[in-house]
């Protein structure tokens, strides 16, 4: 749906029809109308572009910056070092939420914006990770045997160190991009993101939190989608972990 939404619908996500407002589920609205006579269905299926979006941008944004931080960290002295794990320690004594709510209130609401603060708030995580991973790796066997061999530092880390710290990585931003897609939406929902009339899945979901008695699906079906999403990110990435240690993962 992200990809290919008019593969799905060929509805206008922004087309009023206030003669069609609150029309419950049909044949001819599969998740009815809200306030406005819009289909929610398409605005559903077009909101998955921007929701999908943030989480895989603002993770991917999240899982480079922790990496190279990390490893940094990990290659510094112990003075710079300790200064950097101990921010990333009181830094993760809070909410990813918690985070980007205090971004948001530096930078101002907007929908960079709030891609900003998903992305500021996940990075602790995975620069602790990093920095782990990458004093592992330095011990390794093939790590001191590349040096014995001559092979310069810099060379060593990138080609060995990088992307054995990379794997793991990895594999945790899957369960990350469900927290990240959870973060945005709900700062859309305190309308700090995207405006209307923007399909979005967080904002659909404030716009018909009023209307709950007499229209439920305008919230339901985005909060449906929002859920299916987080848990099947969940899940696989869950299911990778098991695998990458070497479990059943079921």
């Not at 009023?16 to 559903?44: C, I, K, M, W, Y």
């Not at 897609?181 to 993101?193: K, P």
């Amino acid at each position: 749906m992200a990809l290919w939404p008019t593969l799905f619908t060929s509805v206008d996500p922004l087309r009023t029809d206030p003669a069609n407002a609150f029309l419950p589920p049909s044949t001819e609205h599969l998740f009815g109308t809200d306030q406005s006579g819009r289909d929610v269905f398409s605005r559903v299926v077009h909101g998955a572009q921007y929701s999908l979006g943030v989480g895989f941008g603002a993770t991917t944004i999240a899982v480079v910056i922790g990496l190279v931080i990390g490893a940094l960290s990990a290659l510094a002295p112990r003075a710079v070092d300790g200064a950097i794990m101990r921010g990333t320690d009181i830094l993760l004594a809070f909410p990813e939420f918690l985070i980007a709510l205090v971004v948001i209130a530096i930078l101002g609401p907007g929908p960079v914006n709030v891609a900003v603060a998903v992305t500021i708030g996940a990075i602790p995580v995975y620069l602790r990770l990093a920095r782990a991973e990458t004093r592992t790796q330095l011990t390794a066997d093939h790590v001191e045997a590349a040096r014995l061999l001559g092979i310069g530092s810099a060379r060593v880390l990138t080609r060995h160190v990088l992307p054995a710290t990379a794997s793991p990585l990895l594999v945790l931003a899957t369960i990350g991009i469900g927290t990240a897609i959870i973060a945005a939406a709900g700062l859309s929902f305190l309308g700090l993101g995207p405006t209307e009339p923007t399909p979005e899945w967080g904002l659909i979901l404030s716009g018909g939190r009023n209307f709950l008695g007499r229209a439920w699906w305008i919230a339901v079906f985005p909060g449906l989608a929002i859920t299916a999403t987080v848990v099947s990110a969940t899940i696989i990435g869950r299911t990778l972990r098991a695998r990458s240690e070497g479990r059943d993962g079921s």
